[in-house]
Every structure is written in C-alpha cells, then in structure tokens.
Antibody, heavy 119, light 110 residues
Framework: QVQLQESGPGLVKPSETLSLTCTVS?????????WGWIRQPPGKGLEWIGS???????YYNPSLKSRVTISIDTSKNQFSLKLSSVTAADTALYYC????????????WGQGTLVTVSS | QSALTQPASVSGSPGQSITISCTGT?????????VSWYQQHPDKAPKLMIY???KRPSGVSNRFSGSKSGNTASLTISGLQAEDEADYYC??????????FGGGTKLTVL
C-alpha cells in the first residue's frame, strides 16, 4: 500500500523560502510515475503547484513557476518542494500525491501539512 | 490557465441523483479525456473518485459515474447517501503539460 507523508516547518516568515518534503512508503519512486504537490488555502479550493517525474523532469503551475522548485531524491524515496519569496497568500494546507505519467489523476494523497506565512 | 468552473453548491435528498458540472475549454477538458474527480470530507485529504473521465478506482461505489460532453465534464452520484456530503473537485490535464482544478462544489444531502 502506497503511503505519502509531508513534513516541514509549519511557520515561515514572509519573503523567506518554504521547504517541504514528501516521504513515500510502499513504493519505490524510482520505479515510475510523476509525484506532485497541491495546496489548499484555508476554506478555499485545490491548486496544483507542480509535479516531478521519477527521472527528474518537472512541470510547474505557470502562476507559481518563477518561485517553485521541486526535486527528487530516489535514494531516500522522497521528493521536495521549495517555494521562495512567500507571502501570506501562500498560507495553505500543502499535499503531496502520486501523479500519473499522463499528468492525469492524483492517488494516493498525503494527509497534508499546514504552512502558515507570518512574521 | 484559468480554473475549471464548477457550481459552488448542489443539494439533494437521500436516494436522489445529482450531477456536478465542470466546465473548461478546448485547451483542457474539451481536448483530453483526462478529467478526474475528487471527494473531500472536512479535514480530510481528497480522495480519487473518477479518473480518465469515467473510470472508477477499485473500492469506489458504482453510484459514482463520470461523463463528458464538449468542454464540460460531469460527475453524477445516484442513490444519494448521507456520507456523500462533501466537497467535490474536478481536475483536468491541459495543453503544455499543465494541470488545472475546478473551484470545488459543496454537496449537501438534505
């Protein structure tokens, strides 16, 4: 059974860089699939941030592309998100999920981690 | 790339059927059969309910079905049950390897 777990600081100061890691268990990420990040501001809808292929190619949401970096560490079975120059608008529940090779559906999802941007 | 358009809310009584629409453009829903639907209960992670427009993952009730016509995808829930009350989101692959979500629909079971 594939499981994903997000981890990282729950509080980030404005203008700093948000960093999160997703640890995958039950599946070797080097075996295939894209691996994605999605966020959900409090009380709002879902927003795709970006996805990384197991071989390292990446696709990002154009609205966030200038601030986002997603990387993968197959030796640790993890992938990570960095979002720079954060503002209060980046406060959200951040989810990681397995993403199909067609950039189609997401399944399964991690439980999500809340990141608050505040001084 | 704009978000897909969903109604903010829909409601129905137990046993009834409801349909949630998801309207996109010829750059996303209209050009690809890669629409997925997610159910999200309060304080829970989204759960995949439909993928590739009309396919159900193992374990998802056959009361849930998906379809598409032109630039609009739809999720239909038949035999509505209390536990179906949740938020529902559509998602589509879009041109240039972009992924776009709908704004979400709150389903209330009366």
């Amino acid at each position: 059974q594939v499981q994903l777990q997000e981890s990282g600081p729950g509080l980030v100061k404005p203008s700093e860089t948000l960093s999160l890691t997703c640890t995958v268990s039950g599946y070797s990420i080097s075996s295939g699939y894209f691996w994605g990040w999605i966020r959900q501001p409090p009380g709002k809808g879902l927003e795709w941030i970006g996805s990384i292929y197991h071989r390292g190619s990446t696709y990002y949401n154009p609205s966030l592309k200038s601030r986002v970096t997603i990387s993968i560490d197959t030796s640790k079975n993890q992938f990570s998100l960095k979002l720079s120059s954060v503002t209060a608008a980046d406060t959200a529940l951040y989810y990681c999920a397995r993403h199909t090779t067609q950039l189609d559906w997401f399944d399964p999802w991690g439980q999500g981690t809340l990141v608050t941007v505040s001084s | 790339q704009s978000a897909l358009t969903q109604p903010a809310s829909v409601s129905g009584s137990p046993g009834q059927s409801i349909t949630i629409s998801c309207t996109g453009t010829s750059s996303d829903v209209g050009s690809y059969n890669l629409v997925s639907w997610y159910q999200q209960h309060p304080d829970k992670a989204p759960k995949l309910m439909i993928y590739e427009g009309s396919k159900r993952p193992s374990g998802v009730s056959n009361r849930f079905s998906g379809s598409k016509s032109g630039n609009t995808a739809s999720l239909t829930i038949s035999g509505l049950q209390a536990e179906d009350e949740a938020d529902y989101y559509c998602c589509s692959y879009a041109r240039s390897s972009i992924v776009v979500f709908g704004g979400g629909t709150k389903l209330t079971v009366l």
